[in-house]
């Protein structure tokens, strides 16, 4: 399985028929088990291109293709967003089951995959918590749990970490890593933050303020398990250098016009 | 340094909180003790005789007479009456209101067909359409029930109208997402988004069909508690009126709790 993103370009237009190029020309490639991490300024349409993928805005030109898939039923994509996005009248444990009651598995079954994703997120006692209940963090475990328990062939995550304060963020970062490295989904994340994208990362796609353009594609050549060592290590840091090289003067141009 | 002048020193200036006067003190016995203290005020007023009993009847004599209507049960059949009117009206409101907001907040032609529509007749007074339902329905229940249930219907409609345009986008993304199809997040996601403003709109409701079930009750009746007050009136039985005017204070009281109750059941969700 892989996921080709073809060629795909985003076009606003308001109600005044300006339009806004969002995407430029976007093309790469997801490969099965792969963790590629999209980085770039704010505002260089990376939500809009996550978006795309999970189906839900159409682009202007260009297509999204799962190649080598079997025809079934199942979910193509399922999506981790920033703001949690959990259904505040549904508990843990039927936020969790949610993608699975929607294909219609059984409800022995449905509970028997809830409780496998909350025991790898770690959430064991918060099954009849609400949303309400939870800490950030909590809630973001509980997003992630759900989008898992939907078995998608790509799981999209879209700047999930950023409502998040800091120590909770690099604390979380940590556990994704351990999550991925237990299940190897193909996984696609959106961020802006260098550092997460080189410590999670298989690969880092570099992309420019609006409109987005790939600038660079960077082979993340650390080993795994990555815990909280790698982020001494001199590779990481050139790494990490490397893609600040790229997105410097983007970012400093974003920040003024924005200002 | 630039602004100094020359005053005379203080030897200690203490921070005082500012904010101090916006904590509202609570004062838990006044409100009992002000609500008895009216009530004996106007006992006494009666008692004393200074205004005939005609006109304000003692709050113990209003007590009396309607131990004496409890009694003898006649109490019961105007409630009963009119708690009839106010369930079949209130019940066809509420299922039709959620409907139709669900679908013109849902849907764009039934939104562009229903609202311009709505807001035609949403401004008219309930009770003056009362005489054609009369014309249409006949002078029984039916029109009672329905001028209740166009009463009600209105506040229903808007606020799930309004609920349904409130809902939070990203969880009807997060649910697509999932794989759920339109009819399951209207089911699944709006439905349970709205339930607090069905609530809301069950609140507004409940006053507006008290005051239409009085209003229609009033117009023609042969039973129920608008009956009973306008007859009460009528031969002059000041203490049987105010009987009527408790009633209806104690069943607004009622029903607010009650769907309070049902609330904190049904929406387990918001604190």
């Known amino acids: 399985m892989k996921v080709l993103i073809d060629h795909i370009s985003k076009v606003y237009i308001d109600r005044r028929g300006e339009s806004t190029e969002a995407l430029q020309d976007i093309h790469f490639a997801i490969e099965e088990n792969e963790f590629v991490v999209v980085v770039g300024p704010s505002g260089c349409g990376k939500s809009t291109l996550l978006n795309i993928i999970a189906g839900l805005l159409s682009s202007t030109s260009g297509q999204v293709i799962f190649e080598g898939t079997q025809t079934d039923s199942r979910p193509h994509t399922a999506v981790v967003f920033q703001d949690f996005a959990l259904f505040p009248w549904r508990t843990v444990l039927k936020n969790i089951v949610y993608g699975p009651e929607e294909s219609g598995v059984k409800r022995k079954e449905q509970f028997e995959i809830a409780k496998r994703y909350i025991t790898l997120v770690g959430l064991q006692g918060f099954e009849n918590k609400y949303p309400h209940q939870l800490s950030g963090g909590m809630k973001q475990r509980v997003s992630i749990a759900r989008a898992l328990a939907n078995n998608p062939l790509l799981l999209l995550m879209d700047e999930p970490f950023s409502a998040l304060d800091a120590q909770t963020r690099t604390l979380m970062q940590y556990e994704l890593s351990r999550i991925w490295e237990e299940t190897h989904k193909s996984l696609l994340y959106i961020t802006h933050n260098i550092q997460e994208a080189v410590f999670l990362g298989d690969r880092v796609v570099v992309l420019s303020r609006r409109p987005g353009r790939i600038l660079d594609i960077i082979k993340i050549d650390l080993p795994r398990p990555r815990g909280e060592h790698l982020t001494l290590e001199k590779k990481y840091l050139e790494y990490a250098d490397a893609i600040w090289g790229h997105i410097k003067k983007q970012a400093r141009e974003a920040m003024e016009e924005a200002g | ?148 249930a166009l009463g009600v219907f209105f506040p229903m409609v808007i606020n799930v109208y309004t609920g349904v345009k409130n809902v939070d986008p990203l969880l009807i993304k997060a649910a697509l997402s999932l794989g759920s199809n339109r009819a399951r997040i209207i089911r699944k996601v709006i439905l349970p988004s709205i339930l607090p403003m069905i609530f809301a709109g069950m609140k507004l409701g409940i006053g507006i069909a008290l005051l239409l079930v009085v209003a229609a009750e009033m117009v023609a009746a042969d039973a129920g508690i608008g009956f009973m007050i306008l007859t009460a009136a009528d031969l002059m039985q000041t203490k049987k009126l105010m009987v009527g005017l408790i009633i209806l204070s104690l069943l607004g009281i009622f029903f607010n709790w009650l769907f309070q109750k049902l609330e904190r059941f049904f929406v387990p969700w918001k604190q």
């Open chain 2, 1 to 148: 340094m630039i602004g100094k002048v020359d005053q005379p020193r203080v030897e200690k200036a203490i921070v005082q909180d500012k904010t101090h006067f916006l904590q509202m003190k609570e004062h838990p016995w006044l409100s009992t003790a002000s609500f008895i203290a009216i009530l004996l005020l106007w006992e006494w007023v009666s008692q004393m005789a200074w205004v005939p009993p005609l006109f304000l009847p003692a709050p113990s004599s209003i007590l009396s007479e309607g131990w004496t209507m409890l009694k003898t049960g006649i109490i019961f059949k105007h409630i009963f009456s009119s708690l009839t009117r106010i369930l079949w009206g209130f019940v066809i409101a509420c299922s039709l209101g959620v409907m139709v907001g669900i679908l013109i907040g849902f849907f764009s032609i039934p939104e562009a067909v229903g609202n311009p529509i709505i807001a035609a007749t949403f401004p008219i007074p309930k009770i003056a359409i009362l005489p054609l339902l009369i014309l249409w329905l006949g002078i029984g229940e039916a029109s009672k029930v329905a001028v209740i």
